[in-house]
């Protein structure tokens, strides 16, 4: 008896690579670098203007502890200062996403407490 044996050319599989959704975030953060400028005023205007005095009025009406406080002092310094710092789009608007993030926690801790 005779084996056959089959010889499989690897460029007759198209293996497709899947990217992670927080590569794909990376990538299109990397490609957002010819807006750079209009992200920076976005996170500016956003965050200074909208953000965070929406978080300082639910930190006063809730808790109104220090530690509050100080958690959204450093979350608007975090985005201020990577955009001050010149910081490519990949991370800054990483940096910014994570800023509000914690904004919208502290508003909800502290409105949680307000209607309790």
């Known amino acids: ?26 990538t299109w953060c990397t490609d957002q670098e010819k807006f750079r400028f209009g992200w920076v005023a976005a996170i500016i205007a956003i965050h200074g203007c909208v ?4 978080t300082v009025l639910a930190i006063t009406l809730g808790t109104n502890h220090i530690a509050y406080w100080g958690v959204a002092i450093a979350a608007m310094a975090v985005a201020l200062v990577a955009n001050l710092a010149a910081m490519p789009t990949r991370i800054t608007i990483p940096v910014f996403f994570f800023s509000v993030l914690i904004d919208i926690l502290l508003i909800i801790i502290n409105l949680a407490y307000f209607l309790s």
């Open 1 to 26: 008896m005779q084996t056959l044996q089959h010889s499989l050319s690897p460029s007759l599989f198209r293996t497709e690579r899947k990217h992670s959704v927080l590569s794909r975030f990376i």
């Open 51 to 54: 953000l965070t005095p929406i």
